[in-house]
T-cell receptor, first 109, second 115 residues
Framework: TQLLEQSPQFLSIQEGENLTVYCNSS?????LQWYRQEPGEGPVLLVT?????EVKKLKRLTFQFGDARKDSSLHITAAQPGDTGLYLC?????????FGAGTTVTVRA | NAGVMQNPRHLVRRRGQEARLRCSPM?????VYWYRQLPEEGLKFMVY????????ESGMPKERFSAEFPKEGPSILRIQQVVRGDSAAYFC?????????????FGPGTRLLVL
């Protein structure tokens, strides 16, 4: 079993602040995905990173895949209440996604 | 372009009954994956299916659970003689490529509650 650990488990910040969520593993992955899940809904794909050292930007969100393809981070700039949700990272070496337990982010207005 | 569809969204069963969960993949996708999310835990892989074939069921309990993806119609996850520990959110995902594809799109899930 390939384990992914996410930190912190919970994060509560004020609107306009920045935040970073981390995803770490002792296993190497060929790709890593970040999802956001809202209560009562399924995970919604945010990004897929496949190359070690890769950085992808999606508006105010910046995703980085570690050089060794074992870890990743998600950075949100100037967070907004709409960014509130459960952020999940998932590593893959074939078709099987291994998920972290998630980081619950709350952005207060 | 409709996404992955699952029904029912909520299902309540008494211990010993059968639960049948349905998943229609995105249009053009022929690969389906089922995951289970227990309270306070991450999503866990259960089974990977292509049309009429089970490719990998290593994450599915050996007893009471079965899955199919017929030539026509949705994929079905069936749980027989449900127990309280089966209460969870069950998610279906689909992809266009299958093995080696890193992108899976998830449905809204079925929340199963066993009384």
């Amino acid at each position: 079993t390939q384990l992914l650990e996410q930190s912190p488990q919970f994060l509560s910040i004020q609107e306009g602040e920045n935040l970073t969520v981390y995803c770490n593993s002792s296993s190497v992955f060929s790709s890593l995905q970040w999802y956001r899940q809202e209560p009562g809904e399924g995970p919604v794909l945010l990004v897929t990173v496949v190359t070690g050292g890769e950085v992808k930007k999606l508006k105010r969100l910046t995703f980085q895949f570690g050089d060794a393809r074992k870890d990743s981070s998600l950075h949100i700039t100037a967070a907004q209440p709409g960014d509130t949700g459960l952020y999940l990272c998932a590593g893959s070496n074939d078709y099987k996604l291994s998920f972290g337990a998630g980081t619950t982010v709350t952005v207060r207005a | 372009n409709a996404g992955v569809m699952q029904n029912p969204r909520h299902l309540v069963r008494r211990r010993g009954q059968e639960a049948r969960l349905r998943c229609s993949p995105m249009k053009g996708h022929s690969h389906v994956y089922w995951y289970r999310q227990l309270p306070e835990e991450g999503l866990k892989f259960m089974v990977y299916l292509q049309k009429e074939n089970i490719i990998d069921e290593s994450g599915m309990p050996k007893e009471r659970f079965s899955a199919e993806f017929p030539k026509e119609g949705p994929s079905i996850l069936r749980i027989q003689q449900v127990v309280r520990g089966d209460s969870a959110a069950y998610f279906c995902a689909s992809s266009p490529l299958g093995a080696g594809s890193e992108t899976q799109y998830f449905g809204p899930g079925t929340r199963l509650l066993v009384l």
